[in-house]
């Protein structure tokens, strides 16, 4: 990320925080200051917050008014690895510190945040921070208690190693984009950046393609290859007790291209049961979709 790159951020919508720091003063923990609510207007204050809210980036050098302003600074000069370090011995959280420069030289400090682990609650000075615009604030019971209750992740959530965004069928995607515009009574997704349907719909983390992906969109050769046991396997038998199989048909490709071929093969062979309302016949199918 570059320092053009930042000055197109909105600290609300991409989860960042800007700050002017030009002096390089900001404070690390607090200070002298007496009050809390001052106190927690820190580096490791909004280390805190971020981490609890699922990670973003405070920024030294850039002015918070938008639209943004590079100013640069002296924060943590020559001493970033310092203020790494600092900050996983006084929170546990592993930070990555970047120093940037713009066209003129001037420097900015870039502190990323990672998110916590599930069921984990950062505190500063005891107290689990959130951030609410440009305030921190203690967090809120019921978001305490969601947090701490948390399970662990599912399975399908995990990053796919080695599996790249191109790696996902067009088809399956439009496909998805479809049945949830249909379901939500929302033309408009139809329209959507396919990336920002995958990022909304949490399939993707940055370049990284979840498994749940994989399994919903990817390209068939990808789904033989990196999940060899994720298929549909349709096998027909004339009777209950009949252990080996009429037929036995394996679907292996994107779940929103498998489905529908799922059906029509399914349908092919479907009956129906007549059904008497008053002077009427109707039939039912035995398998409806």
């Given amino acids: 990320m570059t320092v ?3 000055l197109h951020l909105k600290e609300s919508e991409h989860k960042i925080e800007f700050k002017s720091a030009k002096g390089g003063n900001y404070s690390y923990n607090g200070g002298s200051k007496p009050e809390p609510k001052e106190r927690r207007k820190c580096i490791l204050g909004y280390v805190t917050a971020f981490a609890n809210e ?43 510190v970047h120093e940037l420069f713009d066209s003129t030289g001037k420097r900015v400090v870039v502190i990323e945040i990672p998110s916590r682990p599930k069921g984990k609650v950062f505190k500063f000075e005891d107290v689990p921070l959130m951030r609410v615009g440009e305030e921190l604030v203690p967090m809120s019971d019921e978001k305490y208690r969601e947090i701490i209750n948390e399970q662990d992740s599912d399975y399908s959530e995990h990053v796919c190693e080695g599996v790249l965004i191109e790696d996902l069928d067009e088809i399956a995607i439009q496909k ?3 049945a949830y515009a249909k379901k939500h009574n929302n033309p408009i997704f139809l329209t959507a950046n396919n990336y920002q349907i995958l990022s909304d719909l ?12 994989v399994v919903l969109l990817g390209k068939k050769e990808v789904i033989r290859k990196v999940l060899p046991q994720a298929s549909i396997i349709l096998e027909y038998r004339t009777t209950d007790g009949q252990i080996i199989f009429d037929n036995r048909i394996f679907f292996q490709e994107p779940y ?6 799922l059906w029509n093969t399914i349908d092919a062979r479907n009956g129906n049961v007549p059904v008497q309302q008053g002077p009427y016949m109707f039939e039912i199918p035995y398998f409806n979709k």
């Fill in 4 to 6: 053009e790159d930042l």
């Fill in 54 to 96: 699922g990670g973003g980036r405070l920024v030294f050098g850039i002015a918070d008014r938008h639209p943004h302003d590079v100013v640069g600074t002296n924060q943590c000069m020559d001493a970033t690895g310092q203020l790494k370090s600092d900050i996983y011995r006084d929170t546990k959280i592993r930070v990555e």
């Fill in 176 to 178: 998805m984009k479809e």
């Fill in 202 to 213: 949490e399939l993707v983390q940055g370049t990284k393609v979840t498994i749940a992906a």
């Fill in 256 to 261: 929103y291209i498998a489905i529908d071929k």
